[in-house]
């Protein structure tokens, strides 16, 4: 791990907004998909957005669709998640994911390469 960094975590109000950065060098252009997952203690890491990485397809999931933006500076290559009116159940640490063989991109295990994380807490 340490090859994808994420930042931009910390601690906020709810109906705060935050960005994660995810410095992803040359995963950003030569992954087959790339994705956010969030993890709270005891629980299994959920995905919270995806993106193939060729074509730039993406998505965002469940409850975080309309809230979440996922995007990408492809100069620099960064994924960004932008987060919305953050409620008290956002709080988790959220890590960023590539996988770099062509694949199911759902699962954690799914997922080969791995960023620290970076841990957001939103109080209510």
């Known amino acids: 791990q340490g090859q994808l960094v994420e930042s931009g975590g910390g601690s906020v109000q709810a109906g705060g907004s935050l960005t994660l950065s995810c410095a992803a060098s040359r995963y950003a252009r030569t992954s087959y998909c790339m994705a956010w997952f969030r993890q709270t203690p005891g629980k299994e890491r959920e995905r919270v957005a995806i993106i193939f990485t060729r074509d730039g397809s993406k998505n965002v999931f469940d409850s975080e669709k309309g809230r979440f933006t996922l995007s990408r500076d492809n100069t620099n290559d960064i994924l960004y998640l932008q987060m919305n009116s953050l409620k008290a159940e956002d709080t988790a640490m959220y890590y960023c994911?590539?996988?770099?063989?062509?694949?199911?991109?759902?699962?954690?295990?799914?997922?080969?390469?791995w960023g620290q994380g970076t841990q957001v807490t939103v109080s209510s």
């Open positions: 994911a590539a996988k770099t063989t062509f694949g199911n991109c759902r699962l954690p295990a799914d997922f080969d390469t």
